[in-house]
């Protein structure tokens, strides 16, 4: 069973960076594609960027030249590099999984029930204040 916890969040003033990690066990670098997602207060969970087993990425319009989805296999570990941070990305950050087959990093990131992928940490708040 693939269990997930995230660390690295903060608060942070606007045009700051944090870098967040998702440490996981009981996986196989292997089989499943990671995502990191987020949710801001009274908001939908939405997807931020998705890193494939071949390391290829994909990104939401909102992260496109600021964040950078990233993992070291030999560690287990994601990340999420964000820079040049906003008011707007004050969120609680979540990593997730999902076994591949059948998922993509596209189809992680445009998820629609989230229930549906395989693992989900318990988030971490970044607060970035103007």
């Known amino acids: 069973q693939v269990q997930l916890v995230e660390s690295g969040g903060g608060s942070v003033q606007a045009g700051g960076s944090l870098r967040l990690s998702c440490a996981a066990s009981?996986?196989?670098?292997?089989?499943?594609?990671l995502g990191w997602f987020r949710q801001a207060p009274g908001k939908e969970r939405e997807g931020v960027a998705a890193?494939?087993?071949?390391?290829?990425?994909t990104y939401a319009d909102s992260a496109k030249g600021r964040f950078t989805i990233s993992k070291d296999n030999a560690k287990n570990t994601l990340y999420l590099q964000m820079n040049s941070l906003k008011p707007d990305d004050t969120s609680m950050y979540y990593c997730?999984?999902?076994?591949?087959?059948?998922?993509?990093?596209?189809?992680?990131?445009?998820?629609?029930?989230?229930?549906?992928?395989?693992?989900w940490g318990q988030g971490t708040l970044v607060t970035v204040s103007s």
């Open positions: 890193i494939d087993t071949d390391g290829s990425t």
């Open positions: 997730a999984a999902a076994k591949k087959p059948p998922w993509t990093a596209v189809h992680v990131l445009y998820v629609i029930d989230s229930n549906a992928l395989d693992a």
């Open positions: 009981g996986y196989m670098h292997s089989s499943y594609v």
